[in-house]
């Protein structure tokens, strides 16, 4: 929770479409400077990100410090690190390779407290992020740290109505890349194949007809566009590697120029 505690929730939940950066460096002055360019959340890339327990930690007081939302997308079963980043007073978590209902039960069995979940007694920072006492914060954590399952191989696709459905699971969160390596048996990693297209209209479906909120993942600006149009209200826009890597070959291009 950053100084704005819950409204990263009531915004989606309101009908705003919000944007995330997603941050693989594992430097807090990195994501501070990401977050203080007007996205709405940073998200810290634990999976594939170059980040450890200890640098998730003070990223997000870097990215809290400065204002923004923070989430953080776990580790396919890590199940100390929904905790570790719960109890850090994250406004959410993305959990990748949510594949069937019991992965679902499991993650929500790890991010919610009873009677909903099981998720362990222990708000180090989240608590007094909150101001809240322990009682309020208990009763109130539940919807304070959204938890999105991510839905990226072709098993998710087959049972989205199950893991949409599971008590506790607040969104669905496409993986557009790991989709179509999954939906072309690993012929290729690419986003725009008409298949991951047409997986997103029965995403985009099974989300509003079980109540949970639908993102992605989106390589470039123009995929952002198309996937806001088509309806999604919560993507993620781009990578701290790929703002690097693009200002980079820029500035010495137009150097060179
Ligand atoms: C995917 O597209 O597979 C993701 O996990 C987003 O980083
Ligand atoms: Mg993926």
Redo the contacts with the bound molecule.
């Keep these: 929770m950053s100084p704005a505690t819950g409204s990263f929730r009531t915004r989606l939940l309101a009908g705003e479409t919000l944007y995330t950066a997603w941050c693989l460096l594992a430097d807090p002055n990195a994501a501070e400077i990401v977050a203080r360019q007007g996205w709405d959340a940073v998200t810290i890339d634990c999976q594939?990100g170059f980040v450890d327990h200890l640098d998730m930690l003070r990223i997000i007081a870097a990215v809290q410090g400065a204002g923004t939302n923070v989430l953080v997308r776990t580790a396919p079963r890590d199940e100390n690190l929904i905790g570790k980043a719960l109890d850090a007073g994250v406004d959410g978590i993305i959990a990748?390779m949510i594949n069937s209902p019991a992965d679902s039960r499991w993650l929500s069995d790890l991010a919610k407290f009873p009677p909903v979940g099981e998720r362990s007694w222990g708000p180090a920072r989240a608590l007094a992020l909150s101001g809240l006492d322990k009682q309020s914060y208990l009763a109130q954590a539940n919807t304070l740290s959204l938890a999105w399952a991510?839905v990226?191989t072709a098993e998710s696709l087959a049972n989205l109505d199950a893991i949409c459905s599971t008590d506790g699971i607040d969104g669905i969160f496409v993986?557009?890349?790991?989709?179509s390596v999954s939906l072309s048996r690993g012929a290729t990693v690419d986003?725009s194949l008409p298949e991951v297209g047409n997986a997103l209209d029965a995403v985009l479906e099974r989300a509003e007809k079980h109540g949970v909120i639908p993102g992605i993942?989106a390589n470039t600006p123009e995929l952002a566009r198309v996937f806001a149009a088509r309806g999604f209200p919560f993507i993620a826009g781009g990578s701290d590697v790929g703002m690097l890597t693009g200002g980079s070959a820029q500035l010495l291009g137009a150097i060179k120029a």
């Design positions: 594939h990748p991510m990226e993986g557009p890349n790991d989709l986003p993942f």
